[in-house]
């Protein structure tokens, strides 16, 4: 199941009539079915498109090929080794899948991820290279002297950090 109609290679809608009970427990209506393109070895059939369903899900019961194998440890499956193709069975645009390899390798810098995954970054603007988190990191706070006043009640005196312009220019421009 998956709610992004982009990711269909061939597609018939569907009526609407047919639902499927979604984790919050309501009904949603299978509005398509066809078949995904994961990778070059992995093409799902019988795909169903329910609009309103914010992920997907791999389950290949028709075909009884094994895609992968997971473990479960405290209600969560984990891929055991071997289930590569299964890990990379979504499809991500090229800037989602930069932004995904900056996070996991730790927020490294566009410049190094540039150099480490060139055909990727051909495909995108700089633009869309914005990380809050790397962002906020560059922020710092100033300190300000104690007046040695102390409220006697809460709320008799409220304080605030106030933030002026980073030392560092974002990639974005901004200070």
Request: glycine share 10%; proline share 5%.
């Amino acid at each position: 199941m998956t709610g992004a109609s982009n990711l269909f290679s061939s597609y018939t809608p569907c009526s609407g009539k047919d639902k499927v009970r979604v984790a919050d427990g309501s009904m949603a209506p299978i509005v398509g079915r066809g078949s995904v393109r994961c990778t070059n070895t992995l093409s799902l059939s019988s795909v169903l498109h329910v609009s309103k369903f914010p992920i997907s899900l791999l389950s290949d019961l028709g075909t009884g090929r094994l895609l992968g194998t997971g473990t479960e440890h405290e209600g969560l499956y984990y891929l055991d080794k071997g289930s590569d193709e299964v890990a990379l069975a979504s499809c991500l645009s090229p800037s989602q899948e930069l932004m995904l390899h900056h996070r996991r390798l730790g927020h490294l810098s566009f410049t190094a991820l540039s150099r480490i995954y060139p055909a990727l970054f051909k495909s995108c603007t700089s633009e869309l290279f914005v990380c809050d988190a790397c962002e906020l990191a560059k922020h710092t706070r100033g300190t300000y002297p104690s007046s040695g006043f102390r409220s006697k009640k809460p709320f008799e005196v409220i304080h605030s950090d106030v933030w002026g312009p980073c030392e560092v220019q974002s990639i974005s421009g901004h200070r």
